[in-house]
């Protein structure tokens, strides 16, 4: 599934390959894929056509596209890729719509078309005046996003406080923070040596900073390699990133630990495995 790194890379994708996109047509093909005006691919369409898209946000995993028409302010898109949605940068009439299409925006001499495999992606049109989390309202659950000054030690024990929740299962948390999946929670929690299992009420405010420190730098150099390696993320060219081949334990159970030799255990801890070392992790 994308997480924050494979977002944010498909968002400098569209920033920095896509740019300014004056859609001429809007295809909705399968309208299941178009949340807000729910059940009204039309609608949809018309207020997309004849807008710009003009620079691209992230929040969490979601991308939200600022639209412009004729130059004014004309509301937003907003995309959520959830377990397989991706964007594809065409040039137009490159290649017929395969079976999985579900959005295409086509300009004079490109398209940018919306695939989804598994077809759980959603696409939201915020009209001009309405508050965006009023349209896509899984915005307003969210954290602190993890680069942000809000998300710090003090605010993760505040946030902890008495809970008995294992600390892997809190940073799965969309609430606690924004965009942290399995492979970055396994992967910073080996970083700082914390146990996946740890009652997250009863790490330290010292160790929550090293958590924290881990989480920004593991996301960090993940967004530099251009998002995990996982089967279904592709940017925009159709590259899949390379994060997954230096991971410390992601993935890595019944291997031996890069640190320290020992074999690496694979536990299943609220419903997603955890991966971590018996002796770094304590
Ligand atoms: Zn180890």
């Known amino acids: 599934m994308p997480e924050l790194p494979e977002v944010e890379t498909v968002r400098r994708g569209l920033e920095l390959q896509v740019g300014r996109f004056p859609i001429g047509e809007t295809i909705v093909c399968r309208s299941r894929a178009v949340a807000a005006p729910k059940g009204d ?47 594809q940068w065409l040039q137009r009439e490159e290649r017929p719509p395969c079976p999985h299409t579900r959005v295409r925006f086509l300009s004079e001499k490109h398209e940018l078309r919306f695939v989804d495999v598994r077809s759980f992606g959603e696409l939201w049109f915020v009209p001009l005046g309405t508050p965006t989390e009023q349209v896509i309202t899984g915005l307003t659950r969210l954290g602190p996003e993890p680069f942000s000054d809000a998300f710090n030690a003090n605010y993760l024990r505040q946030r902890l406080k008495g809970s008995s929740r294992p600390i892997k299962n809190a940073l799965l948390d969309q609430a606690l923070v924004a965009g942290v999946g399995n492979i970055y929670a396994d992967e910073s929690l080996f970083m700082a040596g914390i146990r996946p299992h740890t009652p997250s009420g009863s790490v330290s405010a010292a160790r929550l900073e090293k958590l924290r420190a881990a989480l920004v730098k593991v996301l960090e150099l993940s967004i530099g390699a251009g998002g995990t390696t996982f089967s279904d993320f592709r940017d925009l060219t159709g590259t899949n990133g390379n994060y997954g ?26 419903g997603r495995s955890s991966h971590w070392c018996p ?3 304590r």
């Open 245 to 270: 081949g230096q991971a410390w334990v992601y993935r890595r159970g019944g291997e031996p630990c890069r640190q320290c030799g020992t074999i690496l255990r694979r536990d299943t801890l609220g």
């Open 41 to 87: 691919p039309d609608g949809f369409t018309a207020a997309l056509s004849g807008c710009e898209l003009a620079g691209w946000r992230r929040r969490g995993k979601y991308l939200v596209a600022k639209l412009e028409r004729d130059g004014a302010p004309a509301g937003e898109l907003g995309v959520h890729l959830r377990m397989t949605g991706q964007f």
């Open 279 to 281: 002796s770094c992790q």
